[in-house]
């Protein structure tokens, strides 16, 4: 009796943490439901807020089109016009000057009839009244121009279409950061601070094999510079034999941070897939220049974004330090001027497909280019 006491006392214990569990359970599940609702509502919201943007931008760039079309109209019509009223003129001018060319053939001809009268008297009995010849009153007024007429209006055109690409040119890298804003469905945010950039800091160094013959490589292959003499490397199939660029031996996945300590101008900080081509034109090996590689130039000018050869002029602080935040799964990738502060320069989002690589490409002799090891003091 008391053992089976025992076994009704302990199974209501059980019974009770059994309960608090199945409640437990019950809580998480609505819960998950209620979460796995807000999350439908989120992606309806996306796809209405994406197909609202593509919308409204469709219709922005139309009437852009409708208003380039209208003042391409315009400019024709006036062309037209004044190609009428100048054309109408000289030949007004043209005709003119003809009757009057007529009306001098027909006087020097009686002239000459008179001239040629034998008889004395006929002659002065018909000889006209002298009568000074008068002056043309259009010859004066033709001045024969090179054809430059409309040249003009060619150079205003001109002039407009290239302002339009430039503020193109300036407004797409906007446009890109902002579409590039949009938080990624489920991903992690991108970091903030210092401190959490730096909880994704990779220890990366150049791959001596992929290295091109007139760049040298020191500090335990982190640091790279432009040399004028060929290093004789040895023959490798992954080495750079036309471009002096360079690729990190470690290959990059997940989420990943990098910087860059750049000494002189004309560096590219870069990722690539590991196929990029190691020789033959730009597009097949030059970084920015293919499908294969994103690129960011930085020199005395400024900063400028490549990819697949599509460019884009980045607006940033000078800085000799640039940071490199990747998120390979969510396809971010994003890239910093560093000081005191961090600034963003640009930012991509797209699919990656494979393993990257952090990429340097040395453009001019006398710069060089450092994998830093972070964290690490600013100095420039």
């Not at 190609?83 to 002239?111: G, I, P, W």
Request: charged share 30%.
């Amino acid at each position: 009796m008391d053992e089976h006491k025992g076994h009704e006392t302990e199974r209501r214990e059980k019974q009770k943490e059994l309960e608090v569990s199945r409640q437990q359970i019950q809580q998480r599940i609505q819960d998950r439901e209620k979460d796995v609702e807000l999350l439908q509502q989120e992606m309806e919201d996306i796809n209405v807020s994406a197909d609202k943007a593509v919308e409204d931008s469709e219709k922005s760039f139309n009437e852009v089109i409708r208003l380039l079309q209208k003042r391409s109209s315009d400019v024709k019509q006036q062309v037209r016009s004044q190609q009428k009223h100048e054309v109408s003129r000289v030949k007004d001018l043209q005709e003119k000057l003809q009757q009057e060319s007529t009306d001098l053939k027909r006087r020097e001809a009686e002239l000459e009839k008179l001239s040629d009268t034998e008889d004395h008297n006929q002659f002065i009995h018909n000889y006209p009244s002298p009568s000074p010849l008068s002056e043309s009153t259009h010859s004066s007024s033709i001045q024969i121009r090179p054809l430059r007429y409309f040249e003009e209006v060619t150079a205003a055109v001109s002039e407009t279409r290239e302002k339009l690409q430039d503020i193109l040119r300036e407004t797409w890298t906007n446009i890109s950061l902002s579409v590039a804003e949009v938080d990624v469905l489920l991903s992690e945010p991108e970091p903030k601070t210092r401190d959490e950039f730096l909880n994704y800091s990779r220890d990366i160094t150049l791959d001596p094999n992929t290295a091109n013959s007139y760049l040298l490589l020191s500090n335990g292959n982190r640091k790279v510079a432009v040399m004028r003499e060929n290093q004789s490397y040895c023959d490798h199939p992954d080495r750079f034999s036309v471009y002096e660029q360079v690729l990190s031996k470690e290959s990059l996945t997940g989420r990943c941070y990098w910087e860059v300590e750049v000494r002189g101008g004309g560096i590219c900080v870069a990722v690539s897939y590991n196929n990029i081509s190691r020789a033959g034109c730009l597009y097949d090996s030059g970084f920015g220049f293919n499908d294969r590689s994103w690129s960011l130039r930085c020199d005395t000018n400024g900063y400028m974004m490549r990819h697949d050869n599509v460019f884009a002029l980045v607006s940033g602080p000078a800085s000799t330090r640039v940071g490199v935040f990747l998120d390979h799964g969510a396809g971010l990738l994003s890239f910093y001027s560093v000081s005191e502060t961090r600034t963003l320069l640009h930012r991509v989002q797209t699919s990656f497909t494979q393993p990257l690589h952090a990429g340097l490409w040395l453009l001019d002799c006398g710069v060089s280019a450092e994998l830093v090891k972070v964290p690490e003091v600013i100095t420039g």
